[in-house]
T-cell receptor
Framework: DAKTTQPNSMESNEEEPVHLPCNHSTISGTDYIHWYRQLPSQGPEYVIHGLTSNVNNRMASLAIAEDRKSSTLILHRATLRDAAVYYC?????????????FGAGTILRVKS | AAGVIQSPRHLIKEKRETATLKCYPIPRHDTVYWYQQGPGQDPQFLISFYEKMQSDKGSIPDRFSAQQFSDYHSELNMSSLELGDSALYFCASSLDPTGGKVFGPGTRLTVT
């Protein structure tokens, strides 16, 4: 599985946008970029995923660099409930089994 | 909407005992994944099943086994429990192999 690099932690103010970066310089053409988050004492939660184009859903937006070597998860208005560990995960569409390999994510703290 | 159900939510066992964790995926989801998350660690992939067949295997100890049944629920059987097996065990399910996975709330296993 291709490696991703994320900041250990970030801090945001409530109701402000948050940009969570992820570097994946060794990404292959068949790697999908997935984002999951894990709130305290809960199971991981799917946030968003994409391949090449930017993606939007009700939770967040995913901005993918043109060379695909980096991506940014955007939370448009952070709330206290968004405080969680955010994981950027690459998953090769050719790989049988479709497992997710979690690495070290970003701990997001939201201040009121 | 129905979510992934895991039972029991909490389990306390003694060393060398056995434990069985159950996972009930979202209806129509045909793939089940098992993850282990130790204290302060990131989730680690154990094993997955697609249409009742093992589809991938991660860092699952030989003392553990799992299967998926005809109704798509899955069970993780753990024998000769060790203190180091104390962890949160998450089950996830998916329908679209390229899309998001839905995680359950987890089973907290404590081995004393």
């Amino acid at each position: 599985d291709a490696k991703t690099t994320q900041p250990n932690s970030m801090e945001s103010n409530e109701e402000e946008p948050v940009h969570l970066p992820c570097n994946h310089s060794t990404i292959s053409g068949t790697d999908y970029i997935h984002w999951y988050r894990q709130l305290p004492s809960q199971g991981p939660e799917y946030v968003i995923h994409g391949l090449t184009s930017n993606v939007n859903n009700r939770m967040a937006s995913l901005a993918i660099a043109e060379d695909r070597k980096s991506s940014t998860l955007i939370l448009h208005r952070a709330t206290l409930r968004d405080a969680a560990v955010y994981y950027c995960i690459l998953r090769d569409a050719r790989e049988y089994g479709n497992k997710l390999v979690f690495g070290a994510g970003t701990i997001l703290r939201v201040k009121s | 909407a129905a979510g992934v159900i895991q039972s029991p939510r909490h389990l306390i066992k003694e060393k060398r005992e056995t434990a069985t964790l159950k996972c009930y995926p979202i209806p129509r989801h045909d793939t089940v994944y098992w993850y282990q998350q130790g204290p302060g660690q990131d989730p680690q992939f154990l094993i997955s099943f697609y249409e009742k067949m093992q589809s991938d295997k991660g860092s699952i100890p030989d003392r553990f086994s799992a299967q998926q049944f005809s109704d798509y629920h899955s069970e993780l059987n753990m024998s000769s429990l060790e203190l180091g097996d104390s962890a949160l065990y998450f089950c996830a399910s998916s329908l679209d192999p390229t899309g998001g996975k839905v995680f359950g709330p987890g089973t907290r296993l404590t081995v004393t």
